[in-house]
């Protein structure tokens, strides 16, 4: 199988307190130098706490934010000096909120006709035609592209925004957080619509999302990401229902589940590190019940085990290890 995309020691580094002249007081590291490969056709899910450095990665891979180090290939290409107008033929993003993503002083039609004529300069009869295809491949009405965004629904809005996408006839979809605004409902039908136009249009996904339900239910593998750092990467099917990595486990336990009452793992309460003034060693020991001096002053890399499964810890948990996952969305 192809990769479709290739992560090699990508960071992302901001300075804090910057001086008139000369260096920063101080560096906060978004992302640790990370290496991910994402093959051709999968669905890699991204989670974990407010701050571990999701969206700042997500930024990174469509050209919103520069990397501070290593370089990002799609389908062997290097994106490192790319212009715009190659990322956005190659990836795309899919934004939290739907509505405040469209330009609310456009109609429906005018947003869709940007990516045509910018990215792939087609003329006026070739985008009416493209625009109604992706319309209707996301189950929306033509009378829908001479409205503004106001005029939709949460659910309506969301699909607009993967229909403008699409338009730029990307290979790559970054999905961050695409369905949290939504209602229950519609979120189940935003999710299979994007199941639907993954195997339609041969689609690669990563898909970012705090929802452990959601993203075990469309992901082909997960990466958990602590304090920008990678902890553990698997097989979706199995990395919460037996993590190995403590923090995956902390992740499991605190996601709410119908019937349970919620009771959260004593690790929860303690407080995040503070990125001004990061731990040494291993940044979740404070909050670790199987620390050891080892994991106060050494930092665990990402190392592959037995199985489809790579974890950052000195002490992973046993395989046998069960942990009780949400209830899954209705179809």
Not at 44 to 59: H, N, P, Q, R
Request: with cysteine.
């Amino acid at each position: 199988m192809t990769a479709a995309l290739t992560l090699t020691n990508l960071s992302k580094s901001f300075p804090v307190g910057k001086r008139l002249f000369g260096r920063p007081k101080a560096m906060v590291h978004a992302v640790q130098p990370l290496d991910i490969t994402v093959q051709t056709g999968e669905t890699l899910g991204i989670v974990g706490e407010s701050g571990c450095g999701k969206s700042t990665l997500a930024k990174m891979l469509v050209g919103l934010l520069p990397p501070s180090t290593g370089h990002i290939e799609i389908e062997g290409a290097a994106l490192d000096t790319a212009s715009a107008a190659a990322f956005g033929k190659r990836i795309q993003y899919v934004f939290q909120d739907p509505i405040s993503s469209l330009n609310p002083r456009k109609t429906i039609r005018q947003i869709m006709d940007v990516p045509l004529r910018k990215l792939h300069r087609m003329d006026a009869a070739a985008r009416a035609v493209r625009i109604r295809e992706i319309f209707d491949a996301v189950n929306l009405r033509e009378e829908f592209l001479d409205r503004y965004p106001h005029e939709f629904s949460g659910g309506q809005a969301q699909r607009i925004g993967i229909a403008r996408a699409l338009a730029a006839q990307a290979r790559i979809l970054i999905l961050d957080e695409p369905v949290s605004a939504l209602d229950v409902s519609v979120q189940a039908q935003v999710l299979n619509l994007l199941a639907d136009l993954k195997q339609e249009f041969g689609l690669t996904y990563l898909f970012i999302s705090h929802d452990l339900a959601v993203v075990e239910a469309v992901s082909d593998r997960v990466a958990v990401l602590y304090f920008g750092a990678v902890v553990e990467i698997g097989a979706a099917r199995d990395i919460f229902a037996n993590p190995r990595h403590p923090y995956t486990q902390l992740l499991a336990q605190s996601a709410p589940v119908v019937g349970r009452p919620i009771a959260a793992p004593e690790q929860a309460e303690t407080e995040l590190p503070d990125p001004l003034s990061p731990p040494t060693g291993c940044a979740f020991h404070d909050r670790c019940a199987y620390a050891t001096d080892r994991c106060r002053v050494e930092r665990p890399v990402l190392t592959a085990t037995d199985g489809d499964r790579d974890i950052a810890c000195f002490n992973p948990l046993p395989v046998s290890m069960p942990v009780s996952m949400p209830a899954p969305l209705p179809e």
